[in-house]
């Protein structure tokens, strides 16, 4: 039995244990009424808590305002029961997803804009929307306004809530293991690089910020279902912050760590009742040393595995899943490998790549003019210059990071000039950077997945739902995957986070992830930076494979002339933002102008003249 499947049973064997268990004790009466609302409360609060996760810590994008959605949510689930005609048990449900999306379309509204900025920005932006919220609501006839709104009925039970936390935490670990998920935390990692991959992240940020607002949405049902009333000032600033530190608390990107900070923090103030005024104190040095003994939270971006703990502890079980797995009937199952671009273009004796009379100027300052380039299929070009020739910006133009102020550029016989970057990458232009730009809180092999997003077409219901086709398009990644790497004899460092690679191996997995896009273009920055004489060596055959095995052109920034004169065919110089020179190695070394540019006028040469 693989292991993907142990944790499918050891997890609803887990999560069925704990539901019978409970409410055991509360058919027993072991747990009193207020440990029952507690326990509510504690399945509210991983929800929320979860929720903002996939903002904050999965997406990587402060947001202040998570209980503005929650407001809403909670308002409109239980107006939706108080003027609904039909028994409670079919409204509740409905007011439950009505909430839902209501704080969906609210977060569609405020994240359209809101999510172009970062940072600090974001953050303002968000708590004013919850503090907006809430003025809102107070001054609303409808909602109550200051005075809250009475007569809810009490519909949420621990049954409820519990199937309901259980439902959308099973739904953001699915997310997270899926094409979609893995483009949510890229942007995390690296916005520029996510998008350089084929990752439309302005796309996935509104994605993931809506669907956090929708889970909060109902979560907010929940409650107002559980309280029987509600008051503006309970959503104001300091319950979003409340949730914001149960993240922090357990690890920002880490669901499992969320739910467990949840738990404690929402049950700790409640246990520690009996000390009265103390308890707010003993539950503040607490939050205090965990901040400063554990600044990435329980688990940082880790997840708990029950199957880790489950095969740390009790060997003798895979025994007993080897027996069953023997006796069960084997079934083949169909996998569908990625997609393969097609591209538009028949006429190769033509450039792939052109650029005529490109150019950029940013305020008063020229920064390229004038650009020349043709790169045609199956070749290896290089792109040399002095320090601030503008090589970089040049690749920032080809790849829609910068939009030209004048020119055109032609890939595959079409214009691309502004379209966006992973627009682009899906058009057939792939790249490295100059400063390594990894995920680098994710494994070599899921590097690679991310950039078979623009190959892969299934759902975000098919990743949450693990449908055949979702297991059928994993499969096949995940063997395009390790077909890549091996290439590159990087096959037995799959599941090795890309952090802790050495430094010559970052650089040959972003190229591997450039070539996943398959593309008919790969732009190289520097590759060879920083690397030693031994790696930059290994680096030339490389390139020679790469040419070789994926039919792709190379145009290729690099200041190791070595490696430059090694194996380019033409060489064109850039410098101050022109082309200089442009001709084949040979032509290029013997050049007077090139070697000018690089080494400067001699005091000889100026007596001569």
């Given at each position: 039995m693989s292991k993907k499947m142990r944790a499918y049973i050891l997890n609803i064997l887990a999560i069925t244990a704990i539901f019978l268990v409970i409410n055991l004790m509360i058919d027993a009466k072991i747990l009193s009424r207020s440990n029952r609302s507690?326990?509510?409360?504690?399945?509210?609060?991983?929800?929320?808590a979860t929720s903002l996760?996939?903002?904050?810590?999965?997406?990587?994008?402060?947001?202040?305002?998570?209980?503005?959605?929650?407001?809403?949510?909670?308002?409109?689930?239980?107006?939706?029961?108080?003027?609904?005609?039909?028994?409670?048990?079919?409204?509740?449900?409905?007011?439950?997803?009505?909430?839902?999306?209501v704080a969906a379309v609210f977060g569609i509204i405020i994240g359209v804009p809101a999510l172009r900025l970062k940072g600090d920005y974001l953050a303002i932006i968000t708590l004013g929307f919850g503090e907006i919220i809430r003025v809102i609501i107070n001054n609303l006839p409808f909602t109550g306004g200051a005075m809250g709104l009475i007569g809810i009925n009490r519909a949420t039970t621990f049954s409820y809530v519990y199937v309901v936390m259980v439902?959308?935490?099973?739904?953001?670990?699915?997310?997270?293991?899926?094409?979609?998920?893995?483009?949510?935390?890229?942007?995390?990692?690296?916005?520029?690089?996510?998008?350089?991959t084929g990752i439309p992240t302005t796309r996935y940020k509104i994605f993931a910020f809506t669907l956090a607002a929708f889970f909060a949405g109902i979560a907010g049902g929940l409650y107002a279902h559980k309280m029987g009333t509600l008051s503006p000032a309970t959503f104001d600033f300091n319950k979003s912050i409340e949730y914001l530190v149960?993240?922090?608390?357990?690890?920002?990107?880490?669901?499992?760590?969320?739910?467990?900070?949840?738990?404690?923090?929402?049950?700790?103030?409640?246990?520690?009742?009996?000390?009265?005024?103390?308890?707010?104190?003993?539950?503040?040095?607490?939050?205090?040393?965990?901040?400063?003994?554990?600044?990435?939270?329980?688990?940082?971006?880790?997840?708990?595995?029950?199957?880790?703990?489950?095969?740390?502890?009790?060997?003798?079980?895979?025994?007993?899943?080897?027996?069953?797995?023997?006796?069960?009937?084997?079934?083949?199952?169909?996998?569908?490998?990625?997609?393969?671009?097609k591209y538009d273009y028949a006429n190769f004796n033509l450039p792939v790549l052109e650029t005529d009379k490109l150019g950029i100027r940013f305020g008063g300052l020229q920064a390229a003019q004038d650009v020349h380039i043709k790169l045609y299929d199956n070749e290896i070009v290089g792109l040399i210059g002095p320090n601030g020739a503008g090589k970089t910006t040049v690749f920032n133009m080809l790849t829609g990071v910068y939009l030209p102020t004048e020119g055109d550029i032609m890939l595959l016989g079409k214009s691309i000039v502004g379209k966006a970057t992973h627009e682009?990458?899906?058009?057939?232009?792939?790249?490295?950077?100059?400063?390594?730009?990894?995920?680098?809180?994710?494994?070599?092999?899921?590097?690679?997945?991310?950039?078979?997003?623009?190959?892969?077409?299934?759902?975000?219901?098919?990743?949450?739902?693990?449908t055949s086709r979702f297991n059928r398009e994993e499969m096949g990644i995940d063997l395009r995957a390790r077909e890549l790497l091996s290439v590159f004899g990087m096959e037995n460092v799959a599941d090795v986070r890309a952090d802790s690679l050495p430094y010559g191996q970052q650089r040959k997995l972003e190229i591997c992830r450039a070539l996943a896009s398959n593309p008919k273009v790969l732009l190289l920055d520097e590759p060879a930076a920083g690397m030693n004489p031994i790696e930059t060596e290994e680096l030339m055959k490389t390139i020679r494979t790469i040419r070789e095995r994926f039919s792709v052109a190379v145009l290729l920034i690099e200041h190791d002339m070595k490696l430059v004169m090694g194996i380019c065919e033409r060489i064109y110089v850039l410098n101050y933002g022109r082309i200089l020179a442009q001709g084949t190695p040979e032509e290029i070394a013997t050049n007077s102008e090139v070697v000018e540019a690089y080494l400067g006028k001699s005091e000889n040469t100026e007596r001569e003249k």
């Open positions: 507690m326990l509510m409360d504690v399945g509210i609060a991983i929800i929320m996760n996939l903002t904050t810590g999965m997406l990587g994008q402060l947001a202040l305002g998570h209980a503005g959605f929650m407001a809403i949510g909670a308002y409109t689930a239980a107006l939706v029961t108080k003027h609904m005609t039909v028994d409670i048990a079919l409204s509740f449900p409905l007011g439950l997803i009505a909430g839902g999306l439902l959308i935490v099973i739904s953001l670990f699915t997310l997270g293991r899926s094409r979609h998920g893995r483009a949510i935390i890229s942007i995390r990692e690296n916005e520029v690089a996510a998008e350089s149960m993240v922090v608390l357990g690890g920002m990107g880490s669901l499992t760590g969320s739910i467990v900070a949840a738990t404690v923090l929402t049950m700790l103030p409640e246990l520690l009742r009996f000390l009265a005024d103390w308890r707010m104190l003993i539950y503040s040095i607490v939050l205090i040393l965990m901040m400063l003994f554990r600044p990435k939270g329980l688990l940082g971006t880790l997840e708990f595995s029950l199957v880790e703990v489950w095969d740390f502890c009790a060997k003798y079980v895979k025994k007993a899943f080897a027996f069953i797995k023997k006796h069960l009937p084997k079934r083949e199952q169909k996998v569908i490998m990625p997609e393969v671009p682009i990458t899906a058009n057939g232009i792939a790249r490295t950077f100059q400063n390594i730009r990894l995920f680098k809180s994710m494994t070599v092999l899921e590097n690679i997945k991310v950039a078979f997003q623009t190959r892969m077409h299934y759902s975000v219901l098919d990743g949450v739902l693990r």
